[in-house]
């Protein structure tokens, strides 16, 4: 009998410690962060790396600033000089000490939102690019719209707590790859310290943001800090050479929690070139062509893949007849590439030659051969 039990013991054991290092395999790579709400993204293909109710809607404080300094650097004149209103120079929370009546270049407002999150500079930016707040909230909620930001309202241009302000991990991880597109956006958040004298300003600006002096490839962005909101980051950095947005929402722990998921990301990803620029990926017969379309990537098609995960690509040409002519460059197909069944990146392809349409007599000859030998 204490021979069975024995053995029945064993087996009993065998069979946890077996399971537990199952679990433990599994779940080796996974991480808990301590955010209401976080996204990591690779900045050119939107590809998601990491997220935690990265979707739903949530107050994001003065990451609202990033925005703000967008559609600054879209609608405005860098070097236009802008006169501090009274409501500006009174504005409560973090600032730069702007004093009413006071003239001020764009561009230097835009250090002072972005380094210190001035509120008042926020304010002064509003009103000297829109004439007043309203105005330029309309031009905010607009360009959300129009780069995608579908879960985002903008009531003000700084990000004090409000009832209907307030946007997702997913839509400020959009807003702030929109914004690295723009050499200035990128000068002004990887800046440390600005000096007054050389860049011409009234002040010198210290940046606040510590992840710059925390993670070693970090290249920006903002800080943000409400009742409601919490404590937010958004940062961009470099991994393998390439740029991946960061976010943590009502993150107490911000700074560690931010390096957490970029040492997540640089042990389990590895970005991998699948299409070359120009290569051929197939061709399209066209109809009343004087020869067949090869089709390209206008780029190379660089995506980062997780360890051990098994990509699938696949060439989608049209269904429907195309016809000539066709320009150089014109859009003639997809890529679409897939982990586990799952769309992880989609692109358009386009023709690498033109296609002239063929001249009269061609096309009607073409019509007697079709009718002669049919489906040829």
């Known amino acids: 009998m204490r021979k069975k039990f024995k053995m029945f013991l064993s087996i009993v054991l065998c069979l946890f410690f077996l399971f537990t290092s199952l679990i433990q395999n599994v779940y080796a790579k996974d991480i808990y962060v301590n955010a209401i709400s976080a996204i990591a993204i690779d900045a050119d293909t939107k590809i998601v790396l990491y997220e935690k109710n990265a979707y739903t809607p949530i107050e994001i404080a003065s990451?609202?600033?990033?925005?703000?300094?967008?559609?600054?650097?879209?609608?405005?004149?860098?070097?236009?000089?802008?006169?501090?209103?009274?409501?500006?120079?009174?504005?409560?929370?973090?600032?730069?000490?702007?004093?009413?009546?006071?003239?001020?270049?764009?561009?230097?407002?835009?250090?002072?939102?972005?380094?210190?999150?001035?509120?008042?500079?926020?304010?002064?930016?509003?009103?000297?690019?829109?004439?007043?707040?309203?105005?330029?909230?309309?031009?905010?909620?607009?360009?959300?719209?129009?780069?995608?930001?579908?879960?985002?309202?903008?009531?003000?241009?700084?990000?004090?707590?409000?009832?209907?302000?307030?946007?997702?991990?997913?839509?400020?991880?959009?807003?702030?790859?929109?914004?690295?597109?723009?050499?200035?956006?990128?000068?002004?958040?990887?800046?440390?310290?600005?000096?007054?004298?050389?860049?011409?300003?009234?002040?010198?600006?210290?940046?606040?943001?510590?992840?710059?002096?925390?993670?070693?490839?970090?290249?920006?962005?903002?800080?943000?800090?409400?009742?409601?909101?919490?404590?937010?980051?958004?940062?961009?950095?470099?991994?393998?050479?390439?740029?991946?947005?960061?976010?943590?929402?009502?993150?107490?722990?911000?700074?560690?929690?931010?390096?957490?998921?970029?040492?997540?990301?640089?042990?389990?990803?590895?970005?991998?070139?699948?299409?070359?620029?120009?290569?051929?990926?197939?061709?399209?017969?066209?109809k009343n062509g004087t020869t067949n379309v090869q089709i390209v990537s206008a780029r190379d098609i660089i995506i980062p893949v997780k360890v051990d995960e098994n990509i699938d690509i696949k060439i989608k040409k049209p269904l429907y007849e195309i016809i000539a002519p066709i320009k150089l460059g014109e859009k003639v197909g997809r890529v679409e590439v897939y982990s586990n069944s799952k769309l992880l990146f989609t692109e358009a392809l386009v023709a690498k030659n033109t296609v002239p349409r063929k001249n009269m007599f061609s096309r009607k000859f073409d019509k007697i051969v079709n009718f002669i030998i049919p489906n040829k």
């Open 63 to 286: 990451t609202t600033k990033i925005i703000t300094c967008l559609v600054a650097i879209k609608c405005g004149d860098l070097n236009k000089k802008i006169i501090v209103s009274e409501k500006a120079a009174s504005i409560r929370g973090s600032e730069i000490g702007l004093k009413s009546g006071e003239e001020i270049t764009l561009k230097e407002l835009l250090y002072g939102l972005m380094l210190r999150s001035g509120n008042d500079a926020a304010i002064a930016i509003a009103e000297g690019i829109s004439g007043n707040v309203d105005e330029f909230l309309k031009l905010m909620n607009e360009y959300a719209l129009e780069i995608g930001l579908l879960n985002s309202n903008f009531e003000s241009p700084h990000g004090l707590d409000s009832s209907n302000h307030y946007s997702t991990a997913y839509d400020l991880a959009l807003v702030t790859a929109k914004a690295k597109e723009i050499k200035l956006f990128n000068d002004i958040v990887c800046s440390k310290d600005i000096d007054a004298k050389e860049y011409g300003f009234n002040r010198s600006y210290h940046n606040i943001n510590k992840i710059l002096y925390l993670l070693p490839n970090a290249t920006g962005v903002k800080t943000g800090f409400t009742g409601k909101a919490g404590k937010c980051l958004v940062t961009s950095v470099k991994i393998q050479n390439r740029e991946v947005i960061i976010i943590t929402l009502n993150c107490t722990p911000r700074w560690k929690e931010t390096e957490k998921i970029n040492n997540y990301i640089e042990k389990n990803y590895e970005y991998k070139k699948l299409i070359s620029k120009d290569d051929t990926l197939g061709s399209l017969k066209i």
